[in-house]
């Protein structure tokens, strides 16, 4: 009687380990997809959306293993991409006193961390720290040579920062390029023809018609040149770059800074936006080119030609009152503490800018959550979605989460600009407190996250304001301040306070 009892109750908490289970595969499969995401969002330079994305594997998964990836991810995009050396630190400090098993590799970037930072003193306890634990380490000779320059204090000088040329990524991979052009020369030796037709072939790229085979190739003209790949053509300034990247041709424009800002600009705002608008623009795309080029040397590429960066629509998008802008605020540039910023710009900020601490748990003090009510007189400001029940179950099981019998979405966290942070899904099965974001935002393609959420029977409606991340500058906002007659240095420090302007060329 006693064995059958036993057998019994087994049978009724089978179902519910089965449903744990499944809940924890569905996080763990959301959090692998994020990780892998994040590696997208960098190659676009959204690097706070990506710092999002692994706050989000961090928190859902229950694997250890998959933490500690998260973490070391992170820490790599704080130090490498955001200019936040101290939370990268903080996030190894963790690593070495909560996952013995990531120790070795903490305290090898930890030690680098220190080194690149100047912090030689602690450099040299880390790294001796890390020979003495790891004296057979997979970092040992790395190590070595680092611990040797620390004792010396040699470092890398710090570089002046010039005017810079950007490279613009125009395709990533393609098998024919078509380049046009007037007096056209490949690598500064005359073209005779006005089109030049690249292929891969045998490992090289080759010039249709000619013996010309190479690994690379620069190619110039007197006039800007059209780039012409599956029927899309770009008309663009400077030259072309094009090398072979996994078994493709990639294929970047080398463009003076100033140059390439005649085209952003108009690819960024309206050519109707007053002036003084127009100039705050080209000063905020100055700044985030800038600091990308500063933070992509290793890297094929420092910017892409559409919005994950900064659109580029190339020499037809030019117009003269942006070209007037740019020309006007030549070599302008926003810095913190000697380093430009990172000028994150959203299309409408819904009436109140957002916190980036708040949303992607990051700290900068020009990128913080205030007032704007200028931006509610812009487009983009309103908007509303409606979805049933149903809808929303599909939208989120598309993107890993196995919602079934949902009742509710409840905000249980907020920032100080209203935004919702973080939301409970109440159902039969996959409860859980996600990142706003990352889930319910991403599933059903929602402009923002600064939204209401009203359920009427069997539908849910998303009241919401702005459109975009809703961190830094808003470019509608910044239309009608424009409009009201403030300069463009009015604009900025409004949307990026604690910031100077500096002349860098």
């Known amino acids: 009687m006693v064995k059958r009892a036993i057998f019994i109750f087994i049978l009724i908490l ?14 763990e499969r959301l959090a692998q997809w994020n990780i892998n995401y994040a590696s997208y969002l960098i190659d676009v330079g959204k690097y706070l959306e990506a710092l999002d994305a692994y706050n989000t594997a961090y928190e859902v998964t229950a694997y250890r293993q998959t933490k500690l990836k998260a973490l070391l991810y992170k820490a790599n995009l704080l130090a490498t991409f955001l200019d936040a050396e101290e939370e990268a630190l903080n996030i190894y400090e963790k ?42 380490g997979r970092f040992r000779f790395q190590t070595e040579v680092l611990l040797e320059k620390a004792k010396k204090a040699i470092a890398p000088p710090i570089p002046k920062i010039k005017r810079p040329e950007v490279r613009v990524l125009i395709h990533r991979k393609t098998k024919e390029v078509k380049i046009r052009g007037k007096n056209l020369s490949i690598n500064n030796h005359p073209f005779l023809k006005n089109e030049i037709i690249c292929y891969l072939k045998n490992g090289k790229i080759h010039i249709k018609n000619t013996n010309f085979f190479s690994k690379s190739i620069n190619i110039n003209a007197e006039t800007p040149l059209e780039v012409i790949v599956k029927g899309k053509r770009k008309k663009l300034r400077g030259r072309i770059f094009i090398k072979i990247k996994e078994n493709n041709l990639m294929v970047l424009n080398i463009v003076d800074i100033e140059s390439y800002l005649l085209s952003v600009v108009p690819s960024e705002s309206w050519p109707s936006w007053p002036l003084e608008t127009l100039k705050a623009q080209a000063v905020a795309a100055r700044t985030y080119a800038l600091y990308q080029v500063l933070h992509r040397k290793n890297w094929d590429y420092d910017l892409v030609d559409y919005e994950g960066d900064q659109a580029y629509g190339g020499v037809d998008r030019e117009t003269d009152r942006t070209t007037q802008a740019v020309r006007e605020t030549e070599g302008l540039v926003l810095v913190e503490k000697g380093r430009p910023i990172l000028a994150m710009y959203t299309a409408n900020s819904g009436g109140y800018t957002a916190s980036a601490k708040s949303i992607f748990k990051l700290y900068k003090s020009y990128l913080i959550a205030h007032p704007d009510p200028p931006s509610l007189k812009g487009k983009m400001a309103y908007w509303e979605k409606e979805f049933k029940v149903d809808q929303v179950e599909n939208a989120l099981r598309r993107i890993g989460l196995k919602i079934k019998g949902l009742k509710d979405i409840v905000p249980v966290e907020k920032g100080p600009s209203g935004r919702i942070i973080k939301i409970k899904i109440i159902a039969d099965k996959g409860n859980g407190i996600f990142r706003t974001r990352t889930t319910l935002r991403r ?25 975009g991340h809703g961190v830094g500058y808003s470019q509608w906002g910044a239309a009608e301040l424009g409009k009201k007659g403030k300069s463009f240095k009015e604009i900025l420090v409004f949307y990026y306070p604690n910031t100077l302007l500096k002349k860098l060329w």
């Open 443 to 467: 599933a059903l393609k929602l402009p923002e996250i600064l939204f209401s959420i009203k359920k009427f029977g069997n539908t849910f409606v998303f009241e919401g304001h702005g459109w």
């Open 95 to 136: 690593i070495i006193k909560e996952y013995p098993e990531g120790e070795e590799i903490a305290l090898y970037r930890k030690g680098l961390l220190l080194f690149e930072t100047r912090r030689f003193k602690d450099a040299v306890m880390t790294l001796e720290l890390y020979l003495k634990k790891y004296p057979q």
């Open 14 to 27: 089978l179902p519910t380990i089965t449903l744990a289970q499944e809940d924890t595969l569905s996080a």
